[in-house]
Nanobody, 130 residues
Framework: QAPLVESGGGLVQPGGSLRLSCAASGFTLDFYDVGWFRQAPGKEREGVAC????????YYADSVKGRFTISRDSAKNTVYLQMDVLKPEDPAIYSC???????????????????????WGQGTQVTVSS
């Protein structure tokens, strides 16, 4: 099984909600900063949220602040992205990544296209349409 597997994507109407999951296998996700990224067609991949390993501090892109919530469930070795009030500009492939650097969340947005992150998931599609 792949080290990081995303799930929970799908089709939702504008204003609706989805919860994405990023499940780790073969390593303990609690020891890693974990971020969510998204890439829409024709656009660069961008970071949308990050949660630290040290104290579960969270970071959000301005475009999702107040609508998206990142959290982790240690027992399930999983990080979630709760997405509420989804907008027409939110559709994209959402991917999670993890890095052992305990300061990674402070610069995770700069690693959107980096192969240096310790782990990347394969992505899950989110579509917003009425």
């Amino acid at each position: 099984q792949a080290p990081l597997v995303e799930s929970g994507g799908g089709l939702v109407q504008p204003g609706g909600s989805l919860r994405l999951s990023c499940a780790a296998s073969g390593f303990t996700l609690d020891f890693y900063d974990v971020g969510w990224f998204r890439q829409a067609p024709g656009k660069e991949r961008e970071g949308v949220a990050c949660i630290t390993s040290s104290d579960d501090s969270t970071y959000y892109a301005d475009s999702v602040k107040g609508r998206f919530t990142i959290s982790r469930d240690s027992a399930k070795n999983t990080v979630y992205l709760q997405m509420d009030v989804l907008k027409p500009e939110d559709p994209a492939i959402y991917s999670c990544a993890a890095d052992i650097d305990r300061w990674w969340c402070t610069y995770y947005t700069t690693t959107a296209n980096s192969a240096d992150n310790d782990y990347w998931g394969q992505g899950t599609q989110v579509t917003v349409s009425s």
